[in-house]
């Protein structure tokens, strides 16, 4: 997991609060992703950034905003959450090639817990 | 549509017995299939995956698994099990509409000794 790693391992914020969580990628990939995982629930994937642009975004509601600076860090930013937020937010990376995107190298992830 | 299915929740081994955790996938055109691990506490590992060629792929760990293209499946398999196996698995296939990752809902693998 050294690969992908993500700060702060855990978070409790208020709804009112505003914080951020980071990952950095040293494999040396060009995409970078945000995750959502819940107990008894499919990955949700968040967001996507190839080449530091962003290609995807799934829906996901504006109090959730994404930052990719440059290719090896990423960034969530948080900001008036509710309690049906609180899950582990795991990022990842992959090395696009030609368009295609294979395995993706997971970080240990951030157990975020909204009160 | 495009998706993966993990028809069972929780799956119980004996510790030395082989074991298979079961996928079943449906996609518009060649499949990219992938199986991950997950431990308590941590993300995602990747295990093995399948692009082309053998139908039996061999990933770490002493995981394998055999793609089976006319029961469209991609079980995840190993001889002999061992109690550090214990974890969630999840199978994944390739979105040929953008490349990404579809994920099933997880299989949890309890081996006991």
């Not at chain 1, 995409?31 to 996901?60: G, T």
């Not at chain 1, 440059?70 to 930013?77: D, G, P, R, T, V």
């Not at chain 2, 293209?69 to 953008?98: G, I």
């Amino acid at each position: 997991e050294t690969g992908v790693t993500q700060t702060p391992r855990h978070l409790v914020m208020g709804m009112t609060n505003k914080k951020s969580l980071k990952c950095e990628q040293h494999l040396g990939h060009n995409a970078m992703y945000w995750y959502k995982q819940s107990a008894k629930k499919p990955l949700e994937l968040m967001f996507v950034y190839s080449l530091e642009e962003r290609v995807e975004n799934n829906s996901v509601p504006s109090r959730f905003s994404p930052e990719c600076p440059n290719s090896s860090h990423l960034f969530l930013h948080l900001h008036t959450l509710q309690p049906e937020d609180s899950a582990l937010y795991l990022c990842a990376s992959s090395q696009e090639r030609g368009g295609n995107s294979y395995e993706q190298y997971f970080g240990p992830g951030t157990r975020l817990t909204v009160t | 549509a495009q998706s993966v299915a993990q028809p069972e929740d929780q799956v119980n081994v004996a510790e030395g017995n082989p074991l298979t955790v079961k996928c079943t996938y449906s996609v518009s055109g060649n499949p990219y299939l992938f199986w991950y691990v997950q431990y308590p506490n941590r993300g995602l590992q990747f295990l093995l995956k399948y692009i082309t060629g053998d139908n039996l792929v061999k990933g770490s760990y002493g995981f394998e698994a055999e793609f089976n293209k006319s029961q469209t499946s991609f079980h995840l398999k190993k001889p002999s099990a061992l109690v550090s196996d214990s974890a969630l698995y999840f199978c994944a296939v390739r979105d040929d509409s953008n490349y990404q990752l579809i994920w099933g809902a997880g299989t949890k693998l309890i081996i006991k000794p």
